[in-house]
């Protein structure tokens, strides 16, 4: 695709539910990295895959948090018995490799306000 | 553990004037660096990629350096516009991007 997309832009839920949220990457690229930014904040790392594997996941917050790549492009960030802390905008990225000598683009972000 | 920091937290600075960002890290043990730009509610677009072995990358008005050695970048905006008024974010690589907090520039005419 031209860009990374991602589904919802915007997702609004109660606390308690689950929520899945959608991240297509550039056609190629092999990494892909999910990203939190809370307001007035930098990025914060979450997860990134290299192919279909979970090469990092030291930034997942708790056990609430997983993420999937099945077939090494469409990934998909799961976040269980959301709460309200959970309200962020969720940023997801790809690049070329995971040597990171090559340029991450990141997509729009999906809003999840958690209520 | 790497961090990374980015001064000032705000800029406010009339149209057409010169003006630098300033991004400093602990660990430099880095592939790259890389310099975005964030507008309000969007995700991020990314403005220049410095890899470890340069010491600086242009594109049209903006320059950005790396000091490597001693943990520091900056973003050189020349001739500032209105149009760039946005959030600035610099990110070290290594096997993953580490954010600073980012610079909120504003440019009045």
């Known amino acids: 695709g031209a860009g990374v997309s991602q589904t919802p832009s915007n997702k609004v839920t109660e606390k308690g539910k689950y929520v899945e949220l959608r991240c297509d990457p550039i056609?190629?690229?092999?990494?892909l990295y999910w990203y939190r930014q809370s307001l007035g904040q930098g990025p914060e790392f979450l997860i990134y895959?290299?192919?279909?594997?979970?090469?990092?996941d030291s930034g997942l917050p708790n056990d609430r948090f997983f993420a999937v790549r099945p077939e090494g492009s469409v990934s998909t960030l799961k976040i269980q018995r959301t709460e309200r802390g959970d309200s962020a905008v969720y940023l997801c990225?790809?690049?070329?490799?995971?040597?990171?000598?090559?340029?991450?683009?990141f997509g729009q972000g999906t809003r999840l306000t958690v209520v | 553990k790497q961090e990374v920091t980015q001064i000032p937290a705000a800029l406010s600075v009339p149209e057409g004037e010169n003006l630098v960002l300033n991004c400093s890290f602990t660990?430099?043990?880095?592939?790259?660096l890389q310099w975005f730009r964030q507008d309000p509610g969007k995700g991020l677009t990314s403005l220049l990629l410095i890899q470890s072995s340069q010491r600086e990358q242009t594109s049209g008005r903006l320059n950005a350096s790396l000091d490597k050695s001693s943990g520091r970048s900056t973003l050189y905006i020349a001739a500032s516009q209105p149009g760039d008024s946005a959030t600035y974010l610099c990110?070290?690589?290594?096997?993953?991007?580490?954010f600073g907090t980012g610079t909120r520039l504003q440019v009045f005419p």
């Open positions: 990225a790809s690049s070329l490799s995971t040597a990171m000598n090559t340029e991450a683009f």
């Open positions: 056609s190629g690229h092999t990494a």
């Open positions: 660990d430099s043990a880095i592939y790259n």
């Open positions: 990110a070290v690589g290594t096997d993953k991007l580490i």
């Open positions: 895959f290299q192919g279909t594997g979970a090469a990092d």
